[in-house]
């Protein structure tokens, strides 16, 4: 009797555990149990989010600075309340109707694109941190004579300020070093890293009439004067951008310009026989006139389809759950980041690329201007 006893538990236990593994194999069963609209609402509040990771800011300091460079304050009781009970952030209508609106939520934060559906699985990508103290032992001398013209660093009459929150970030092609990986793209080095890009547009910009106030600081070196790292660095373009601002009441275009860390035929597309190197407007929606900047983008993104279809990978979107959120963008309406190419993109492309959007930016300076004139 005991045997038999012992059999049919054994048999259960096994049952059991063949039922376990199923369901841990078998992710659509999962959803089936655990999903809950509830906790889904929670989880991808941001008013909520930023609330516990607030909470858990008080006991890590770096954390705290984090959020501060993020520009999160602590939300009011009666906000975080309305939202954790109706799912309704406030002061954002777009919950709203994300609320009421089937199928509205998944296209209110997201991409705009133009072009294939294959770009969907091309999203930007962001090259992991550079090993600081690597980059920092870097003879920066090279950059004190580029070789692609020096704009001017005093312009008082700058319409354009062209900065690189990432300096950093380099294009394979472009270094020293053929056994480099690409997880380790970086340099000081402004002949090869996005700084290049940045230099040629603002030449091309010059050449067209266009003032231009390039900023070429060595961030990586800057923030380690400060004892900061590069989860800090739009903490320190934004005091770029707003000394800038301070100084000079023309600009009215501030481009942050990044490079991709997707491979060459991600970034990269031939347009009459011309290589160019694929451009990618980032729009940061952590902040209420968000719309701002995704209207400017639009109109940039617009122009370059006209001209050059397939030149630009579109518009997307990022809110806080993806990274800074804003990016200096609440600053100013015609404020933008810009993926210029990828790791692999070589010189004569960032090149030709640089012209079509010195080119589309110019236009957009002159129909601006005529606007105001108008006025």
Not at 143 to 166: K, L, M, P, R
């Amino acid at each position: 009797m005991k045997i038999k006893y012992h059999i049919i538990t054994y048999i259960i236990c096994v049952c059991l555990i063949f039922l376990l593994v199923s369901f841990i194999s078998v992710s659509n069963k999962q959803n089936g149990v655990f999903h809950f609209a509830a906790i889904n609402e929670l989880t991808e509040s941001d008013l909520i989010s930023e609330s516990l990771v607030l909470l858990m800011s008080s006991e890590i300091p770096q954390l705290k600075q984090n959020l501060n460079e993020n520009n999160i304050n602590s939300p009011d009781f009666s906000s975080l309340m309305f939202a954790f009970t109706s799912g309704i952030t406030p002061k954002n209508f777009t919950s709203l109707l994300e609320l009421e609106l089937p199928g509205m939520k998944s296209f209110s934060n997201g991409v705009h694109l133009q072009g294939s559906d294959s770009e969907l699985t091309a999203m930007p990508v962001e090259s992991p941190p550079p090993d600081f103290d690597k980059l920092l032992k870097e003879d920066g001398s090279d950059n004190q004579s580029e070789q692609e013209g020096e704009t001017t660093q005093e312009t008082s009459d700058a319409e354009v300020f062209i900065y690189h929150s990432h300096a950093w970030e380099a294009f394979l092609p472009l270094l020293d070093d053929e056994e480099k990986k690409p997880s380790e793209a970086s340099s000081t080095n402004n002949k090869e890293n996005i700084v290049l890009a940045g230099s040629m547009l603002a030449d091309q910009l010059e050449k067209r009439g266009v003032n231009t106030l390039h900023d070429k600081t060595n961030v990586t070196a800057s923030l380690n004067e400060k004892g900061w790292g590069p989860g800090n660095s739009y903490e320190f373009s934004r005091q770029s951008v707003k000394e800038v601002m301070s100084s000079n009441d023309n600009v009215s275009y501030f481009i942050d310009i990044h490079r991709d860390a997707l491979r060459k035929d991600q970034t990269t597309v031939t347009i009459d026989g011309k290589d160019y190197a694929k451009l990618f407007f980032i729009v940061g929606v952590g902040h209420e006139d968000y719309e701002k900047n995704l209207k400017f983008a639009k109109e940039l993104n617009n122009q370059i389809e006209a001209k050059y279809p397939g030149l630009s990978k579109g518009i997307y979107e990022k809110s806080k759950s993806e990274g800074n959120g804003v990016y200096n963008q609440d600053i100013s309406g015609r404020s933008l980041l810009i993926e210029f190419g990828g790791i692999d993109n070589n010189r004569e492309e960032l090149s030709n690329t640089a012209e079509v959007m010195a080119e589309v930016l110019s236009e957009h300076q002159k129909d601006a201007e005529k606007v105001n004139n108008t006025d």
